[in-house]
């Protein structure tokens, strides 16, 4: 379990990385902010903050205090500047004007940056004092995930039930439909895996590594992550013909 | 006038081919855009104009408006001569440019 665990953390970096980085090179040619934020999302996320969990793993208790809290200090970190590049994605893609989503983004950056340095912080003492990890420290910043990709599904779902009626006139692509409804679909896939994380954690009082079920989550994440990033940013040709011809049987079926 | 998005120059033309007030004109147009999943901030002349011919003219008849196909057909031809004003960018144009469309 541990090593499909492991296989898949590094698929999900892997995939995100590659994704990540087209995305941003995207981003020097357009000078658009949502190729930016979308690729600083997933660079940090799978080329930063998943290697080091998986140095923090790999090097275990024999590696020195200041390189094991390094690393989880980096990996914190790119997790939190994930979190903030996806919610500033959200906004300016599904409403840049609008005041609410804004606010949602300000107590999204805000809140989760006072959790990263309470989460730091009790890391710090239990490494240096052995002092137990308050349960704060064991959510760290799993409800702002929970929020941020409900969110972002929530947005994806409705824009792609919008596509669907302007497909039926013509008036969308039905590549383009199928884009939001993917990238809703995997973000709510993601959404209850991480609640049901944040419920287990709550119920138990502290974060089950090296729990069966606990893994099964995080490798189900890793890998739906891994297909809704190809699948929506660089899909293979033969996905897209496959969406085209559903697409037009639907349309001489309907 | 210049100002004046797409969507409220089509509904001022619908008002005045129509017997419709200002906001029946302007509710009709709303209940028409949504059902084609349109946004009126966004919508373009050329998409108002596929509504206008196949949404708009069940949603006037079914308010007792005469000779629905009709107008509608003069409310494309208004809408052919009316130029996009640029825009925000719509959540539909930056998933097709991230996904390489």
């Not at chain 1, 799993?142 to 941020?148: A, D, N, R, W």
């Not at chain 2, 003219?57 to 640029?86: F, H, K, N, T």
């Amino acid at each position: 379990m541990e090593l499909l665990m492991v296989g898949s953390i590094v698929l999900c970096a892997l995939v995100g990385t590659l994704v990540g980085l087209k995305l941003l090179m995207l981003a020097t040619r357009s000078h658009k902010f949502p190729e930016l934020a979308i690729g600083v999302t997933l660079v940090s996320y799978a080329a930063l903050s998943q290697p080091a969990v998986l140095a923090q793993q790999a090097l275990g208790e024999e590696a020195s205090l200041g390189l094991r809290f390094g690393l989880f200090v980096l990996g914190i970190l790119s997790l939190y500047v994930s979190l903030v590049a996806l919610s500033l994605f959200t906004w300016q893609v599904f409403g840049a004007e609008s005041r609410w989503r804004q606010a949602l983004v300000a107590g999204v950056a805000v809140t989760a940056l006072i959790c990263t340095g309470l989460f730091i912080r009790a890391t710090w003492l239990r490494l240096t004092a052995n002092a137990p990890m308050p349960l704060y420290g064991q959510l760290g910043m799993t409800p702002h995930y929970v929020l941020t990709f409900g969110w972002m599904s929530v947005e994806s779902l409705r824009y792609y039930a919008r596509m669907r009626r302007r497909q039926a006139l013509g008036l969308a692509d039905p590549v383009v439909a199928n884009r939001f409804l993917v990238w809703g679909a995997g973000e709510g896939v993601a959404t209850l895996v991480v609640l049901v994380l944040l419920v287990v954690t709550v119920a138990q009082g502290q974060m089950l590594v090296d729990d069966p079920f606990v893994s099964g989550c995080v490798t189900l994440a890793g890998l739906v992550n891994a297909l809704v990033w190809w699948l929506t940013f660089t899909p293979p040709a033969a996905y897209l013909r496959w969406v085209q011809g559903s697409a037009a049987q639907g349309a001489t079926d309907g | 006038m210049a100002d004046l998005t797409v969507f409220e120059r089509a509904c001022e033309s619908l008002e005045e081919l129509t017997q419709l007030s200002r906001l029946e004109a302007r509710g009709t147009m709303r209940i028409a855009l949504k059902e084609a999943g349109l946004d009126p901030a966004s919508v373009r002349a050329a998409e108002l104009s596929v509504v206008a011919g196949r949404v708009l003219p069940d949603e006037l008849a079914a308010r007792g408006v005469a000779d629905a196909v009709s107008i509608c057909e003069r409310l494309r031809g208004r809408l052919s001569e009316i130029q996009d004003s640029a825009g925000g960018e719509t959540p539909e144009a930056v998933f097709a440019r991230l996904g390489g469309a």
